[in-house]
């Protein structure tokens, strides 16, 4: 955790000397004269100079605290970032996540950039190796890969079970090509994969979904695409382009039940890409498989 | 015939200091030029590569010469000491390689400015800023090049005059 906490103002990194368990810190809060607060699993508590304690107890963060680590998490290069500051997220070495609040300034209707910095939510990458064990064998049968749509409402563990399934796939030796639009299969920090994707996995990083697949496409003949969080239509258009071509796909999408996500609009296209759709749920912990559904 | 060779050398002397102080015009616009050459640099890595400012500065260390390439190494150094400092204060640690190697105060202060800009807002603002510099910079430079060509010109003559002077007065 040496690499998140030099990611920290340094007023803020002596506080966590009391946080003892890091593989169970699921999140860290800062807000803007608010106390700092860290989340594991299912409890929430605060950090002062003494330790552990209630989080209305706890260290208040003040803007010049937000403003520092800001500048450092971006490296001092707040204009190397742009599209993800845009996009509303920063991904640190380590690949950990951040996500950004603020004064957003739009420009022409869309976002420029987001200004006075009130907000910051740290969520810790975490690999789980062994996710996908259980949903493996539904993912390849007699040596075939089926394409699958993972779906499940946020924090259901989609995106780790995902990056396991790249994992395994890839050390099986299939070629498998992630387009990880948002960083957040790979977590890839100055282009290289900060977490196990397997060997045999390229990664496609910060691209949008539709363009990457069609790059892929053309040149890095894949057999399995991976792939997060298809929502726009143009995304259901490039899966058929990908189905099309042979190409099987592994995707998440957000959504509780599958009749709510079979009428969306990316569908019309994009749902013949799927030869079977796993519903996930929290229900036992991340990652809980619900059901299995073949689609005809 | 010791008279002639004291006199030679007293001209010799003063002369040569002349020429010195002369020289020493001379240095200020070459740094002066060579910080906007980095300067533009910068703007380069920003606009095309989206370089982070520690890479940026580290690369164009490695492409310019002293003094500039070691305020632009120290200045890298710092950045990427894990020190949790801002750009504002790396710059203010690092502004002390320029000072050291002579550069005039006003040519530092130009460059302090940018710290409070520095890496803190979106490519196109960072180019805005970059470019004021350039041209602070470039129209010091042109000053600078005006005062040596008109003091080094007035120190070559007036270190032989002043020896000649001398051994007019000593005669």
């Not at chain 1, 259901?156 to 990880?180: E, H, Y």
């Amino acid at each position: 955790m040496d690499r998140l906490l030099k990611c920290m103002a340094p007023n803020l990194r002596n506080l966590f000397h009391s946080v003892l368990d890091w593989d169970k810190v699921e999140e860290i809060r800062l807000r803007v004269n608010q106390p700092l607060v860290i989340k594991e699993q299912q409890k929430e508590y605060g950090l002062n100079a003494a330790g552990r304690c209630r989080p209305s107890e706890g260290f208040r963060v003040n803007a010049d605290d937000i403003a520092r680590t800001v500048e450092i998490m971006a490296e001092n290069s707040w204009y190397a970032l742009e599209d993800e500051i845009r996009a509303g997220y920063l991904t640190l070495a380590g690949g950990h996540r951040v996500g950004i609040c603020g004064r957003v300034v739009l420009e022409n209707g869309l976002i420029k950039t987001i200004k006075y910095i009130n907000g910051l939510h740290i969520r810790l990458a975490r690999e789980v190796p062994g996710a996908a064990d259980q949903v493996m064998p539904q993912i390849v049968r007699s040596g075939r890969i089926i394409s699958t749509l993972i779906v499940s409402p946020p924090g259901c563990g989609k995106t780790t079970l995902l990056r396991d399934i790249s994992r395994q796939l890839s050390n099986r030796g299939f070629n498998v090509v992630v387009i990880d639009e948002r960083s957040e299969i790979a977590a890839c920090h100055h282009g290289v994969p900060q977490l196990d994707v397997g060997w045999s996995a390229y990664v496609l990083d910060g691209c949008p979904k539709a363009q990457g697949i069609a790059m892929v496409l053309r040149g890095m003949a894949p057999q399995v695409i991976i792939t997060d969080e298809i929502g726009h239509p143009n995304d259901g258009l490039a899966l058929a382009d990908a189905a099309r071509a042979g190409v099987q796909v592994i995707a998440t999408c957000h959504g509780s039940a599958w009749d709510s996500v079979r009428e969306r609009a990316w569908m019309r296209h994009g749902g013949a890409a799927f030869q079977q759709v796993i519903l996930l749920s929290r229900r036992s912990g991340p990652g809980t498989i619900e059901q299995v559904l073949k689609l005809d | 015939m010791l008279r002639i060779l004291g006199a030679g050398l007293v001209v010799a002397a003063c002369g040569a200091g002349g020429l010195i102080m002369a020289r020493s015009y001379s240095v200020r616009p070459q740094n002066l030029q060579s910080l906007a050459a980095a300067v533009q640099m910068l703007a380069t890595e920003i606009h095309y590569a989206r370089s982070s400012l520690p890479e940026a500065c580290r690369r164009i260390a490695g492409q310019i010469d002293n003094p500039a390439a070691a305020f632009f190494a120290r200045f890298a150094e710092v950045l990427a000491g894990g020190r949790g400092l801002t750009a504002a204060e790396a710059l203010d640690q690092s502004l002390a390689v320029l000072a050291d190697a002579g550069f005039a105060n006003q040519d530092i202060e130009l460059i302090s400015q940018l710290g409070a800009v520095l890496g803190r807002s979106d490519a196109e603002d960072q180019l805005k800023h970059l470019a004021i510099l350039y041209e602070r910079l470039e129209h010091s430079r042109i000053k600078a090049e005006q005062e040596r060509d008109k003091m080094a010109r007035l120190w070559n003559y007036l270190g032989f005059c002043v020896g000649a002077l001398v051994v007019l007065m000593l005669i």
